[in-house]
């Protein structure tokens, strides 16, 4: 059965955009691939956390994936740090990828030039990922567009342990949905960046648990473009045809029948069903994440993806520190 690998980091809240680009690719994966979701709590260290909201935040993402419909009994949950082999190989690529590989990496560059102080872990982040991915052996990994380039680099490390070692890894593909299956939903307030969650401005995003109220005045504040034509035209008219998608998203409805309905009528109509449509789609998430609130539930459920998932990665990481010519403990002993 092929394998399927994702993470995603605890930095707070979800949004629409992580929903729509990955977690629901999750939902429909794990009835076609032995699934393992990992919530990248070691990958939230990179910029500052509070110990105490990035614990909440850990056990939150978890329960949001379970809330958005990752079945717990289907597919794996478990969270980064839990499997201390994902730190281990990490090391073992960090001396496997090149010092002018990971500047290149346009992600590291953006947050670099957020931060006050750039931490070596926000340069390294991209063999960690790499070491979450190719210790599960992975095929297919669904992430969002902005992820295309550290996947690259994935894929390029794993071939290069498997040219220098002989197969040791899979050498994983990209499952990144195009722009109008949601790979890049865009900011409410500037349709030229990416929806983020790590906004200042509150407003470019929808949060998976942002009340309908919230959820219906950030629709309804969402820029858009000049003259009042509903169309999708991503050159000319990038804010509502970043809205259309959306809507085609939560609704199921081709961009093409959005256009015949709303065509003429105007942004407003537009914007306020466009907000009921998303009221729609969080609102049982949102009931779900309440029942996932008695204490001790997303933990049982973590422990049990630890169980599966730490000897997969032991059993790749074993064969991997053989090949790099680590000395496996019992021999030394047995001399
Ligand atoms: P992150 O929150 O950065 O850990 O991202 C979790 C997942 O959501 C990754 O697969 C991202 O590629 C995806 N993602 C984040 N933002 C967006 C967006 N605006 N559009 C589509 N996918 C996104
Ligand atoms: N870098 C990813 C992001 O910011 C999160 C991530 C970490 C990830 N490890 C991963 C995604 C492994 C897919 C596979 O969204």
């Known amino acids: 059965m092929k394998r399927v690998f994702s993470g995603v980091q605890p930095s707070g809240l979800l949004t629409i955009g992580n929903y729509l680009g990955a977690i629901r690719n999750f939902t429909t994966l794990q009835h076609e691939a032995e699934c393992y979701f990992c919530v990248v709590d070691l990958h939230a260290l990179t910029v500052p956390q509070d110990p105490e909201e990035l614990r ?9 994936f379970v809330a958005c419909g990752v079945d717990p009994t289907v597919a794996t949950i478990f969270v980064q740090s839990h499997v201390p082999e994902h730190t281990t190989f990490s090391w073992l690529l960090e001396c496997t990828a090149y010092y002018g590989e990971l500047r290149r990496m346009t992600q590291f560059k953006d947050k670099a030039a957020k ?14 990922m790499a ?19 550290h996947l690259e680099l994935t894929r390029d490390l794993a071939t290069r342990l498997n040219s220098r070692f002989g197969p040791l890894v899979k050498v994983p593909e990209a499952y990144i949905p195009p722009r109008t299956a949601g790979g890049r939903i865009m900011s409410l307030q500037d349709p030229t960046e990416k929806m983020s ?3 200042q401005d509150s407003r470019s995003y ?9 959820i219906r005045k950030k629709i309804r504040s969402a820029v858009t473009d000049s003259g009042r034509e509903v169309r999708y035209d991503p050159e000319e008219k990038p804010a509502i045809s970043n809205l259309m998608v959306i809507y085609s998203l939560v609704s199921g409805e081709s961009l093409d029948t959005i256009a015949e ?26 009931r779900r994440f309440q029942e996932l609130s008695e204490p001790g539930a997303i933990e049982a459920i973590l422990e049990a993806g630890y169980s599966k998932a730490q ?8 064969a991997v520190q053989a090949a790099f010519g680590l000395v496996p403990r019992g021999q030394i002993r047995g001399e």
């Open 311 to 318: 000897p997969v990665a032991a059993a790749t990481l074993q």
């Open 206 to 214: 929808v949060a998976l648990l942002d009340p309908p109220d919230v």
């Open 115 to 128: 931060q006050e102080v750039v931490t070596a872990g926000l340069f390294t982040y991209p063999a960690l």
């Open 261 to 286: 309905r709303y065509g003429g009528s105007g942004y407003g109509k537009f914007k306020n069903d466009l907000a009921e449509r998303v009221v729609e789609l969080v609102t049982p998430i949102q």
């Open 197 to 199: 969650k790590s906004s």
């Open 56 to 64: 909440r935040n850990t056990l939150n993402t978890a329960r949001l």
């Open 131 to 149: 070491a979450d991915i190719l210790l599960y052996q992975t095929d297919e990994v669904p992430v969002g567009e902005d992820q295309r380039q």
